[in-house]
């Protein structure tokens, strides 16, 4: 791959910055995004408010309606991503990218007004969130739209994307899942942006994931591999999947609570994950971890009851103390290797 122009710098949507001004990092959230399933989205209904009365019933799944699916307020983002900022957060990757309507502007007046770093993903989330049209689509021209995002801006702005994702995958996936997977990682050697992954929900499917990424020429190493917390159980796969050399990446934290709304799994507390984590480390792949809350729903966000994008700060470092690990771990996890992911090849 060639050397370009953003080569040794981090994409932020305010513009390009030195690797050393990232500071602690947040891989993957969602700030202003809409994540309703079609099937939802169609009700005319948005549900009712969401209160000390509802809180509980939208965050436990007794009910389910569009309006805890969706945030388009720039405002009540600003207000969230401030919170976090005063916890100790400084940057946050931002991956609402095709099909979850991606607002790059309402982006920048976030950054603009908090002093956060923002980073911007691009691509296309699973199919059933696509625009029809992509169907017809050749691989190339998945490739060519995801460098232009890069390089010249996205979403019909000039807002350029920092990374490439999250790239949706189900179990099995689809023929044009795989087709913008295989763009993706053209583009991730066109471009050198690193590239996340959002797999399917069957816990072989990230490994198949990365085995995808080595047989189509990808970079193993610049790859992230989304909601492991949901997805791996058992320690042998967690472990084989991370000696492939992708980055493996615990994106749940704060969702404390063993139901999970969309698969009949039991999910990892907090303590489990910083368990499952420690493992990693002792299998000497602490360069390859990185952590998040994958905030997309109202309900866990601060002023509607739930923990926000702070709660890593505000609660997980502090329990990772109690629990042994090191400040260069905690530096490693938070800030090295985002810095390593985020700064373009």
């Known amino acids: 791959m060639a050397p370009t122009a953003l080569s040794g710098q981090i994409q932020t949507v305010l513009g390009p910055i030195a690797p050393d001004a990232l500071g602690p990092t947040l891989m993957h959230e969602h700030l202003l995004w809409d994540i309703a399933p079609p099937s939802l989205a169609a009700r005319n209904d948005p549900g009712p408010e969401i209160t000390l009365e509802t809180f509980w019933k939208y965050h436990y799944g007794e009910i389910s309606f569009p309006r805890n699916y969706r945030l388009h307020d720039v405002a009540v983002a600003i207000d969230e991503v401030g919170r976090m900022r005063a916890d100790g957060g400084r940057a946050i990757v931002e991956l609402s990218c095709g099909g979850l309507k991606p607002d790059p502007r309402g982006l920048q007046a976030i950054a603009q007004a908090t002093g956060v770093t923002i980073v911007m993903g691009c691509g296309y989330y699973v199919e059933e969130y696509q625009d029809p049209r992509n169907h017809d689509r050749a691989v190339d021209d998945f490739a060519r739209e995801i460098v232009a995002q890069v390089t010249d801006g996205a979403w ?190």
Not at 201 to 223: L, S, Y
Not at 292 to 314: A, M, V
């Open 156 to 345: 019909g702005t000039t807002v350029r994307a920092g990374m490439i994702g999250e790239i949706g995958c189900q179990s099995p996936w689809t023929g044009l899942e795989r087709r913008v997977m295989r763009a993706a990682l053209i583009a991730q050697r066109e471009t050198g942006a690193a590239v996340n992954v959002h797999p399917g929900r069957h816990p072989d499917q990230p490994q198949e994931v990365a085995d995808f990424v080595r047989a189509n020429d990808g970079d193993i190493g610049r790859v992230v591999i989304s909601h492991i917390d949901r997805t791996i159980f058992d320690l042998d796969r967690l472990l084989r999947l991370a000696d492939t050399g992708c980055t493996v990446e615990f994106d749940l934290f704060g969702q404390e609570t063993a139901f999970y709304r969309l698969s009949d799994i039991d999910m990892p507390n907090d303590a489990t994950r910083l368990g499952l984590i420690r493992a990693l480390i002792a299998r000497g792949h602490l360069d390859r971890i990185v952590i998040s809350h994958d905030i997309c729903y109202l309900t866990r966000l601060t002023r509607f009851g739930g923990h926000g994008y702070g709660h890593i700060f505000r609660n997980v470092v502090p329990m990772m103390r109690r629990r042994g690990f090191s400040d260069e771990e905690i530096d490693a996890i938070l800030v090295r290797n985002p810095r390593r992911l985020l700064t373009i090849a």
